[in-house]
């Protein structure tokens, strides 16, 4: 694993429970991090936190509806109290596969909630705190659907395509003190989300992937630690992580 020099540093990481969550959460572990992990499931959530860390000592459960403001604002309340936020993954995401002709606008504000003011609003009050102390590290994960049309991705790539730009206007705004923003962007994640579609959709889906098959929850997450690293001079960047899927 990349030394990303987290050794005693404080990550806070959203949609931690399961999949890729759950790997970022894991890595930051292995490097020595504490670990707030946020997530709507908190059964599952603390379950996984139990079982890296039952002294509570480095891995801090949060439970939070990211869609509701006021949940979002109590459960940072609670992390700040706990620790001082080092870096942030800003990795929960609300799919939705539906057609523009189809998606009604309840579902659509649904996605965004989510995927987009969550990310706005998290983001801003963490690194407040980050710019205060000069120095912190942001890393949103967004997706190659952001970046290409799906016929099906009206809702969830707008929502990542904007989390992208979102990525851009933070960076320039932090970058005087000390604070990266950076994204990563990955295709498909081998997941139990992904392996559920079934293995003639999957072996259609991996059939566009230059390398041949999709990525590792562990792989994506290694290219996060990187963003997360103390040392780098990258900000406002889009590191894509997707086999040769989309080649920039």
């Not at 407040?128 to 016929?151: E, H, K, L, W, Y």
Request: with cysteine.
């Amino acid at each position: 694993m990349l030394d990303a020099g987290l050794d005693g540093r404080t990550v806070l990481i959203t949609g931690s429970a399961q999949g890729l969550g759950a790997a970022l959460v894991r890595a930051c572990h292995a490097e020595g991090a504490h670990v707030a992990a946020l997530d709507i499931d908190d059964e599952t959530n603390r379950a996984l936190a139990n079982d890296l860390d039952l002294t509570g000592e480095w891995i801090r459960p949060v439970q939070a509806d990211l869609r509701d403001p006021d949940a979002l604002a109590a459960a940072y309340a609670e992390v700040r109290d706990w620790r001082p936020v080092d870096v942030l993954i800003n990795n929960a995401a609300r799919p939705l596969a539906r057609s523009l002709w189809e998606i009604t606008p309840e579902e659509w504000d649904d996605v965004f909630a989510v995927n987009l003011r969550a990310v706005f609003l998290l983001t801003r009050a963490v690194a407040a705190d980050m710019r205060d102390r000069g120095f912190g590290r942001i890393v949103n994960v967004a997706s190659i659907a952001g970046q290409t049309p799906r016929p099906t991705g009206a809702a969830y790539g707008t929502s990542k395509a904007g989390m992208i730009a979102l990525t851009r206007v933070f960076a320039a705004e932090l970058a005087p003190y000390g604070v990266t923003v950076n994204a990563v962007a990955p295709a498909m994640i081998d997941t139990a989300m992904v392996r559920s579609i079934g293995p003639e959709a999957l072996a259609e889906l991996t059939s566009q992937v230059p390398m041949g098959r999709i990525a590792t929850p562990e792989e994506v997450a290694r290219v996060v630690l990187f963003l997360a690293s103390r040392e780098t001079f990258v900000t406002g960047a889009t590191y894509d992580v997707n086999g040769g899927a989309l080649m920039r």
